[in-house]
């Protein structure tokens, strides 16, 4: 990043919008949390024994966050990119020494008042140093060593994240989708939405009880009449072969490795309860049943504030952290969940808007990285909610419950404030007549 020889703050050009955004979704987010978990005994939104007090105290903390973010220099952020990096890596690494056990999961630590993650930590952290790395000048996505160092860049957290958390795991594979917009080939992001398709008719074939071998020798026939038909119009069958080994070989990894042995039971339950292929109201599916209940009986315009009977009766588990949506969609109704989905959309789009205005490739990538990590938790997080998704444990950003979450957000979306605001100050990299 070439940085101009006099970083003024007073002119920073602060993107207002992604500051309202911000703080319209933490008061939302505070307001919910305080319903969600509402105890007429405990009615103070004050009173830090409760989560709602918590969270209040949690967004104040963020205001400092802010702050700090703020005011450090620019520059630091490309230039600390990997100690952060391998700071986050190391508090991974000690988790299973020094972590603490919540729910069956050791993806804590404990400092008493408060718990840190540091999944959260390692998604900023991430960010920065895919970003540093892709904005080197030798560095090219066209190349194969630059695609295997950034994709080792983001695999090594997200595989110690997935030892303990494999719902926080899966957020990192957002991070793909910055490599595809920074110029990685799109067959990777071919393959990958193909290896998706295969997953899913995978469970399906699987629970109406169709050999796997079965469906092997399907492919493998039809390729072959596929073969036939292309030499006999004297055209050639390399591709058609090349594709059939490729479909053949993902399907058997999904099915023989990945089905069997990376998930768990209850997992394979959660799958097929989204996919409404089993019914288990009273078990696995018993979350998501009963958020779809608060949620259709929110109505149009919902039962108003601190109103949710469900909500009230604690029939939805973890209603303040994963699935506080449900409280949304119950409490403010289809058309309050409708205006928060719009605004979500709005502050996804300006994220991306900023994005295009950056000077220097780091600034633009951590855009992009910025941009893929809410998108990811905001749709994953909501169809989870509403059943199109299995329940794999991701937050709702700056509406759930937790100060690791929160914090960690704040940090993501305010580096990219300041890279943004200081936009000017940086002598460009990338103009309309360049590109790498």
């Keep these: 990043m070439r940085i101009s020889s006099v970083n003024d703050r007073s002119r920073m050009n602060i993107s207002w919008a992604l500051v309202f955004f911000y703080a319209v979704f933490v008061i939302a987010g505070v307001a919910n949390v305080y319903s969600a978990s509402y105890d007429a005994d405990f009615p103070s939104v004050f009173d830090i024994s409760r989560y709602g007090g918590r969270q209040l105290l949690f967004a104040g ?13 620019m520059s630091l952020y490309e230039r600390m990119a990997w100690i952060f990096y391998i700071f986050s890596i190391i508090l991974l690494l000690g988790l299973p020494f020094l972590g603490s056990e919540v729910k069956g999961n050791r993806a804590w630590y404990n400092f ?3 718990s840190l993650q540091p999944s959260e930590i390692a998604k900023f952290s991430t960010a920065l140093a895919l970003s540093s790395y892709l904005s080197g000048y030798s560095v090219t996505m ?21 030892m303990h958390d494999t719902g926080s795991a899966i957020v990192f594979l957002s991070f793909f989708l ?9 067959v990777y992001f071919a393959v990958g939405i193909v290896s998706a398709g295969i997953f899913i008719a995978d469970v399906f074939v699987q629970h109406y009880g169709i050999g796997p071998y079965y469906v092997m020798g399907v492919v493998a026939g039809v390729a072959v009449l596929a073969c036939i038909y292309r030499i006999y119009r004297k055209m050639s069958v390399l591709r058609t072969i090349t594709v059939t080994v490729l479909v053949l070989g993902i399907y058997a990894f999904i099915h023989f490795y990945v089905w069997e042995n990376v998930f768990k039971d209850y ?7 989204s996919f409404k292929l089993v019914e288990d109201n009273k078990g696995i599916g018993f979350n998501t049943y009963q958020s779809e209940i608060a949620i259709g009986s929110g109505g149009m315009w919902g039962k108003g504030f601190l109103m ?6 604690n029939f939805v588990p973890e209603q303040h952290t994963d699935f506080i949506f449900s409280t949304l969609g119950e409490e403010w109704g289809f058309a309050g969940t409708a205006l928060i989905v719009v605004l979500y959309a709005a502050f996804l789009v300006q994220i991306l808007l900023v994005a295009s205005r950056q000077r220097t490739y780091f600034a633009r990538n951590y855009a992009w990285c910025v941009f893929s990590v809410f998108f990811f938790h905001f749709f994953v997080n909501v169809a ?6 299995p329940v794999i444990g991701i937050p709702l950003p700056f509406f759930s419950y937790g100060g690791s979450s929160l914090w960690s957000f704040t940090i993501l979306l305010f ?3 300041k890279l943004d605001a200081h936009r000017k100050d940086v002598l460009p990299e990338i103009n309309d007549f360049e590109d790498r």
């Design 61 to 73: 903390m963020s205001v400092v966050i802010i702050v700090v973010v703020m005011l450090l220099d």
């Design 267 to 273: 997992q394979r339950q959660r799958i097929l309860t």
């Design 308 to 313: 949710g009977t469900q909500t009230k009766g």
């Design 178 to 186: 910055v490599l595809y917009l920074a110029g990685a080939p799109g």
């Design 142 to 162: 066209s190349k194969l060593k630059c695609q295997a160092v950034a994709a080792l860049v983001i695999l090594l957290p997200m595989v110690l994240v997935m």
């Design 415 to 417: 580096i990219l404030v």
């Design 112 to 114: 008493g008042f408060v």
């Design 384 to 389: 989870m909610v509403i059943g199109l998704m």
